[in-house]
């Protein structure tokens, strides 16, 4: 009903094939309405508004006679009642008709005009104005068994699917498919409404001029062949109403309405998610596409119809290709065959109406041949060069209701094939595809149609008892869904009242009902029922167990009281003891009343064991019996029993009354019976008082006063001037009544009582005093407007009074200091004035001490004063107190002391400072002025501790030489030569900046410190010890080098400071440490030398050392100017000096530092170069000078430092040894006897001639070729060519040096280097 509600309410639609539910219990008669989320339920009332209830709900609605209301159906719909559970159910579902190519829907005529108001009793249908026609009686006697429907309310074709309350999937446990997400995308609605457009012309009625052999592409709307007729209401415009259709889950629009976006399959939730982000994206103008995007909306919109690989009685497999590539869209004659083909559905104007007839055979034949065209060219192309296919995603959406109904999606993944499951059987299917690709979605393809196949019936419903007595049962059942073969036979089995789970066969035949006869009373019997057809034998229904009746049951036990009431009594019985617990027994309550003489009439009839009689009289016997029935009959009544009602509580007593007047502490009170006393005397009386103040009575509490039968009383003990309410209830066997209204009494007031004495508030002053007391504990009944306070002498009783007001404070002033007075207080209201209160003696306080004389102050010592004093005029009290305060200038003082002794010594004073003091009496009164300003000064003392002490770094551990003495003036006598001399050695000395000598590290140690405090008298010297050696003595300086100390040393170093008093504390001591000694010079040595390079080694380790080595070297060489040049500081043992000159001598020095510093320079070591050899000559020149000799020249190179140069020339014959073949001084050779036949080559080389050493050789040149000489050409006509031969023959060859060979091996390495990345980066990188 559900679904039915909300296809009405939002706009006409068709039926759908989803069971709708409408649940009927028979003893509450209430039908139960239910309403699944995301969907409307809408009702007309009694009083004609409209009412639209919105899902998850369930509606009860009240049945007017007991029976399940007939519930109009639209044609082409039937509707079918079944129970379960003892609730019924109404289901709408469609009526399919058998058509001769298979099983379709029935198509029928529009329905008749709408009533003009719909029927105000039928609030669970509500019928539409555009589909619903007047119902010819909406109510008809229908006792709740579907043998009391109408005939046209009886299933002719049952449902594939019946949905209880509690499983929302099909009864063969498969599940729905995922709902389907619509997004009505506006903009994108509009864009594929014009790619639509622009397709149509390609492959829909444009195509059908153009097409090749299938004929002209469709553009009408004719109907398929294959598909039955649409039915008038599934063309109108409907919106979705349910959810679960025909096994197919989610919602989807129809051909009209947008496409719907692409849904992922139940078990990629990732899918999903994807494509609604796609939807999200795809919210843009058709013009922003760019011609890319295009391209791919256009590809996609070429996918083909899938094709039906397997068909099964509840599924079916499917395959599909992909949308071909753009040259396969302009082929001409195969897009305009499928076109043609398609006609029927997608429509094609003229074209596709010719074509109906052989277009769609054509069709399918040249859209197979396009695609293995299409696949052959693409496979052709591929071979060439493929760029890659984008990424498609399919979504295969099926259709029950025709090609052109609606479609819901069943699949969708990348996959090009697909199962689709949970189909009904027996039933026509339309199945599309549609392809996606980056949130761009394609338009679908043709619709296939397919029907599945029959097979055995569902599990039936267990049967339902339809009556019974001792002995039989009679069983009805419903016929199940026949899954497209009909019912022949039913099987019912029962286990005979074994119950030991084997069944027997005890009926077999076409009927829905059956008798089982002899039976044993009060028995229980299991049934289970199956249902065959054609195709086989379905499942066995869920089994049930039911039960015979028993015999007339014995007559029960009397009934009992339970409790009782005023009006009501609660009885209870018990069930007979003979009958069993499977009988089902009722109960009838008799009861007679006393005077009605009308005998025992029923006042209850049920099942139940007790039972609450009402609307009794108070206080009255009635006569009740109890007898039991069933099935079989009535049992005899029980024995009477005769129970009472309960009194009634009495009614509310009269307001009570005032009997004479009311005393301060008491009054007297009365009061009279009621006048309803509940059927009863009563009891008792009982009074409560509650005391308020002047009328005012809230949160007050309530206390029993009096409690007994009188109806008078006296209230004594309250309190005067107060006011007292009272109220009075009675008691009798009925309860207590209710409280009657109350009494207001008021007591008169007297004067209030003595108060508590007067008390001193604060110190008492010198001349006046504060007093405060509290008022009255008893006011006498009015509030106290005043009092009277009253002063008198310790003696003296009478007094005068000092104060009449309303406050509870005042000062009493003008009195003398020191004396003793008395105090006494009254209080007065409206009554008069009380008693006066215990009298309060006090004494005024004393004055503040006079100014003390100034302090005598006496310096002990440097550190220490001592102040006395004398105590000053107390002025009425003793001084209890002196305060002195002490400072180091007259306006910061501060107490130093607060005491009563009249002397302090002051302790841990600056020596040699002027302090100042005062002092100050206190008493009782306060404090006193202070004296005058006493100066002081403490005398001088020794220095303070040095405080802070640094050590020196060693930079500042500098060396104080003594200043250069000026040099005399030179007398005329001295030569000029000595001036001039002098005057260079101070040049050179104003040149060389040598670095200041500092104190060695390892032998001294330097201090600086901040001088203290010289307490008045300057500080003369300082003292620094050193622990076990001699104390330092220095005079007035911050620093000083302690020096002649071991090396590697902790020394514990503290200072002292001395002026002309003494010796001042040590400062605190500190550690120092000398560093190691320096490490000596390692011993130089020269290890390999040449003419330019001298190698030098020193030392006992690596050539190479890490820097991490603590010690390492310097190295020095002398220059010209005769000073030491750095050549290297590093760990390093080694070092290779170059760029030197031949044959020279130079001198060295080495040092060795670490981190205790730099140690002394080793001795002076010299070493000399070696003589260089000439350096190599150039490749020789070799001319022939005639067959047998040939002149060989090379350069000539300058003498070297004087010594003249010789060269050496040789030659190989062939591949035999060099042989000399010349040496001398000249630069060219001729060399004569050759063989014309062999090849020679030659090379030369420079010898140095030494004056005082042997000749040094240079290296040898590159070697020259001399080829051999060729003979003669022969005379004739070759004798031209023969001559240029020998010509060219004769020529000299030069061959190359081997600069020039390495050149060239060095350009061909880097061409093949390069050319090998190329090869690299362009086919493996790329």
Excluded at 674 to 697: A, C, L, N, R, W
Excluded at 724 to 743: F, I, M
Excluded at 836 to 856: K, L, M, N
Excluded at 915 to 936: D, I, K, T
């Amino acid at each position: 009903m559900a679904a039915i509600a909300e296809a009405l309410h939002q706009s006409p639609m068709p039926w759908h094939s989803r069971p709708n539910d409408a649940f009927f219990h028979r003893k509450a008669e209430v039908i139960l309405v239910q309403v699944n989320p995301g969907e409307a339920f809408t009702i007309q009332r009694e009083d004609g508004h409209i009412q639209c209830i919105t899902g998850p709900a369930q509606v009860p609605m009240m049945s007017p006679n007991g029976s399940v209301p007939p519930i109009y159906v639209p044609p082409g719909y039937v509707s079918q009642i079944i129970e379960e559970n003892g609730v019924r159910r109404v289901l709408v579902l469609p009526q399919p008709e058998f058509h001769h190519g298979g099983h379709s829907p029935l198509h029928h005529a529009p329905p008749p005009p709408p009533p003009p108001h719909a029927h105000a009793h039928m609030p669970a249908f509500l019928p539409h104005p555009s589909m619903m026609p007047p119902p010819p009686h909406l109510y008809s006697g229908m006792a709740g068994g579907a043998s009391d429907m109408s005939p046209q309310f009886i299933s002719q074709y049952h449902p594939a699917h019946i949905y209880s309350e509690q499983d929302p999937h099909s009864p063969h446990g498969r599940q729905q498919f995922v709902h389907r997400d619509e997004r009505a995308n506006k903009t994108y609605e509009r864009l594929q409404k014009k790619l639509k457009e622009r397709q149509g012309g390609e492959r829909g009625g444009g195509g059908g001029g153009g097409g090749g052999g299938g004929g002209g592409g469709g553009g009408g709307g004719g109907p398929n062949k294959d598909s039955p007729p649409s039915s008038p209401q599934k063309s109108r415009v409907t919106s979705p109403a349910s959810d679960v259709h025909n096994g197919l889950g989610g919602r989807s629009g129809s051909e009209n309405e947008p496409s719907p976006s692409p849904i992922a399959s139940p078990d990629s939730p990732s899918r999903s998610a994807s494509a609604a982000a796609c939807g999200r994206e795809r919210d843009v103008e058709p013009g922003e596409l760019d011609e890319e995007a295009q391209a791919l909306q256009a590809r996609l919109n070429t996918i083909s119809k899938p094709l039906v690989v397997e068909i099964h009685a509840r599924g079916v497999s499917l395959s599909w290709s992909p949308p071909p590539r753009p040259e396969a869209e302009g082929g001409g004659g195969d897009g305009g065959g499928g076109g043609g083909g398609g006609g029927g559905d997608r429509g094609g104007g003229k074209g596709g109406a010719e074509a109906k007839g052989e277009g769609e055979e054509h069709a399918e034949e040249e859209e197979e041949e396009g695609q293995v065209e299409g696949g052959e060219a693409q496979e052709e192309e591929e071979d060439v060069q493929t760029p890659p296919e984008p990424p498609f995603t399919y979504e295969v959406s099926v259709s029950y209701s025709g090609k052109d109904g609606r479609y819901r999606s069943a699949y969708s993944g990348k996959d090009l094939s697909a199962t689709i499951e949970d189909l009904r059987p027996a039933t026509d299917y339309h199945v599309r595809v549609q392809a996606m690709c980056k949130c761009l979605q394609g338009s679908a393809s043709e619709g296939v149609s397919f029907t599945t196949l029959s097979c055995e019936p569902d599990a039936p419903s267990p049967p339902k008892k339809a009556n019974g007595t001792k002995n039989s049962l009679s069983l009805q059942w419903k016929a199940p869904c026949d899954n497209g073969s009909k019912i022949q036979n039913y099987i019912l089995q029962w286990d005979e009242g074994k119950g030991t789970g084997v069944f027997e066969q005890c009926y077999y035949g076409p009927q829905k009902q059956y008798k089982v006869t002899k039976l044993s009373p009060a028995s229980r019997y299991a049934f289970r029922l199956a249902a065959k057809n054609d195709m086989g034998v379905s499942e066995y229904s869920e089994v049930v167990e039911l039960l015979t009746s028993c015999g007339v049951p014995v007559p029960p036990s009397g009934p009992e009281l339970v409790k009782a009431g005023v009006t009501w009594l609660c009885l209870q019985w018990q069930r007979p003891h003979s009958s069993p617990r499977e009988d089902d027994i009722g109960y009838v309550l008799e009861m007679e009343e006393p005077g009605s003489g009308y005998g025992f009439q029923p006042s209850y009839d049920g099942d139940e064991l007790s039972c609450t009689v009402r609307n009794l009289h108070r206080s009255t016997t009635y006569k009740f019996r109890v007898a039991a029935y069933n099935t079989e009959g009535k049992s005899n009544p029980s024995p009477v029993t005769e129970i009472s009602t309960s009194p009634d509580r009495p009614g509310c007593p009269p307001r009570p009354s005032l009997k004479g007047k009311a005393t301060p502490t008491g009054f007297r009170m009365a009061w009279d019976a009621p006048k309803d006393t509940g059927g009863s005397s009563i009891t008792k009386y009982t009074v409560e008082i509650s005391e308020g103040q002047t009328g005012v009575f809230t949160g007050s509490t309530w206390e029993e006063v009096y409690s007994g039968s009188v109806m008078e009383c006296v209230c004594d003990g309250l309190k005067p001037g107060c006011s007292y309410q009272t109220r009075v209830y009675c008691e009798s066997d009925g309860g207590q009544s209710t409280l009657s209204e109350p009494l207001l009494v008021q007591t008169p007031a007297v004067p209030p009582g003595p108060c508590q004495p007067p008390r001193v508030q604060g110190r008492p002053k010198a001349r006046e005093l504060q007093l405060r007391w509290s008022p009255p504990q008893v006011d006498g009944g009015s509030a106290v407007c005043g009092y009277s306070v009253e002063l008198g002498g310790a003696q003296v009783e009478e007094g005068r009074e000092v104060y009449q007001g309303s406050e509870l404070d005042c000062t009493v002033s003008s009195l003398l200091p020191g004396r003793t007075y008395s105090f006494r207080v009254r209080a007065a209201n409206k009554a008069g004035y009380g008693p006066f209160s215990e009298r309060t003696e006090v004494t005024t306080g004393p004055g503040a001490p006079e100014q003390c004389r100034p302090p005598h102050v006496t310096c002990r010592s440097p550190s220490c004063a001592v102040l006395s004093w004398e105590a000053p005029p107390s002025n009425g009290a003793p001084v209890t107190e002196f305060r002195v305060e002490w400072g180091a200038a007259e306006g910061s003082m501060q107490v130093c002391y607060s005491g009563s002794a009249s002397s302090h010594e002051i302790k841990g004073l600056l020596p040699a400072t002027n302090y100042f003091c005062r002092v100050q009496a206190l008493n009782v009164a306060g404090a006193g002025p202070f004296s005058e300003v006493v100066l002081c000064q403490t005398p001088c003392s020794v220095p303070a501790a040095v405080s802070v002490v640094h050590a020196l770094r060693e930079s500042e551990m500098v060396v104080e030489q003594p200043a250069r003495p000026r040099r005399r003036r030179r007398s005329s006598e001295e030569d000029e030569e000595e001036e001039e001399e002098d005057e260079e050695e101070e040049d050179e000395e104003d040149e060389e900046d040598s670095p200041p000598l500092l104190y060695s590290p390892s032998t001294c140690l330097g201090l600086r410190w901040e001088p203290p405090c010289n307490h008045g008298s300057e500080i003369t010297s300082y003292l620094i010890d050193l622990g076990e050696r001699q104390p330092v003595l220095t005079g007035p300086v911050t620093k000083h080098i302690l020096q002649n100390l071991q090396p590697d040393t902790a020394y514990r170093v503290r200072i002292q400071a001395l002026n002309s008093l003494g010796a001042g504390p040590f400062s605190h001591t500190f550690k120092l440490k000398t560093k190691p000694l320096p490490p000596p010079p390692p011993r130089l040595e020269c290890s390999a030398f040449s003419h330019q390079t001298l190698r030098l080694k020193w030392g006992d380790g690596p050539a190479k050392a890490s820097t991490a080595d603590a010690l390492q070297y310097h190295l020095q060489m002398e220059d010209k100017n005769g000073r030491f040049a750095s050549l290297y500081k590093g760990p390093c043992h080694t070092h290779k000096v170059q760029r030197l000159n031949e044959s020279t001598s130079y001198t060295f020095r080495i040092q060795a530092f670490n981190e205790a510093g730099e140690g002394p320079f080793s001795n002076v070591y010299t070493f000399a170069t070696l003589r260089s050899p000439p350096a190599a000559l150039k490749a020789p020149k070799v001319e022939r000078v005639g067959d047998q000799s040939c002149e060989i020249s090379w350069e000539a190179l300058p003498p070297m430092k004087g010594d003249p140069i010789s060269y050496t020339l040789q030659s190989m014959l062939g591949n035999s040894e060099f042989k000399q073949v010349y040496k001398g001084a000249s630069s060219s050779h001729t060399m004569s006897g050759l063989q014309a036949s062999s090849e020679y080559r030659f090379r030369a080389c420079a010898h140095r001639l030494c004056q005082d050493a042997p000749e040094l050789a240079g290296p040898w040149s590159p070697t020259v070729f001399l080829p051999p000489q060729r003979p003669p050409p022969e005379a004739g006509a070759g004798g031209a060519a023969g001559g240029a031969r020998a010509a060219e023959a004769r020529r000299p060859k030069r061959s190359l040096t081997d600069e020039q060979l390495t050149l060239i091996f060095i350009l061909l390495f880097g061409i093949s280097g390069i050319l090998i990345a190329f090869v690299i980066q362009y086919f493996v990188i790329k």
